[in-house]
């Protein structure tokens, strides 16, 4: 199995460049002020410029207003919007009509009652991001390097539209690829040597992790 793969959280030309050269299938770039990977969206238009087609360019928003999308749009020009905030189904729709963009929505997941409301947004996002409930004194909702159960996820009945998020690193992903049977991960604290500061010899570990780990889900 072919999985996807995204690494989110990008900033700088450095870390870009080297995650292209890695043929990735997914690059995400952070609009939110309270987080460490956060761009602007001057600098967000000069490392779209930079991808080039190279890779799926994604705009990781937290409760975005339409204006404050329509300006990521502008800028970015992403090819999907994932909204990493408290987002509800409805608003979920209602952005995909309005910008007539795919949607990658995060959900966070601690227990099996998550996941079964995780089902809500089946049919309504276009895929979903399982990413570990944040801890409770949490300043992000994201990109905190928690873990959460993977063997919740055999509940779920579509993993085929599923990415799996939270905790993950070079050194457990393809274990979580394995347990969960999910078909693509995304990465951005467990590729970091700091809060924000990418590290490309962790990045391209991850990469090689990931792709073995679906290489030997084909196989099961």
Do not use: Y
């Not at 995204?6 to 460049?17: D, Q, V």
């Not at 909204?83 to 966070?108: M, S, Y």
């Not at 947004?121 to 959460?148: E, H, I, M, T, Y």
């Amino acid at each position: 199995m072919s999985g996807l793969i995204k690494i989110c959280g990008l900033s700088t030309f450095e870390t870009l460049e080297a995650t292209l050269g890695l043929n990735v299938d997914m690059v995400g770039f952070v609009f939110f002020t309270k987080s460490p990977r956060h761009v602007s969206l001057a600098s967000a238009a000069g490392l779209g410029v930079q991808v080039r087609g190279r890779a799926l360019k994604v705009a990781l928003s937290v409760n975005a207003t339409d204006d404050e999308l329509d300006d990521i749009i502008t800028h970015l020009k992403p090819d999907w919007l994932q909204l990493h905030g408290e987002e509800t189904p409805e608003r979920v729709a209602q952005i995909k009509h309005k910008f007539g963009l795919p949607v990658l929505k995060a959900v966070g997941i601690a227990a099996a009652e998550d996941v079964a409301k995780a089902q809500l947004f089946s049919g309504v996002a276009d895929k979903l991001l399982f990413d570990a409930k944040p801890p409770r004194d949490a300043a992000l909702p994201g990109g905190n390097g928690v873990a959460f159960d993977w063997t919740l996820l055999s509940t779920f009945s579509d993993t085929a539209n599923v990415m799996l998020s939270g905790g993950l690193d070079p050194h457990n992903v393809a274990q979580a690829i394995l347990v969960s049977r999910i078909s693509g991960v995304d990465v951005s604290s467990g590729v970091e040597s700091a809060p924000g500061k990418k590290d490309i010899e962790m990045i391209k570990a991850f990469v090689t992790h990931a792709r073995a780990g679906f290489a030997s889900m084909s196989g099961v």
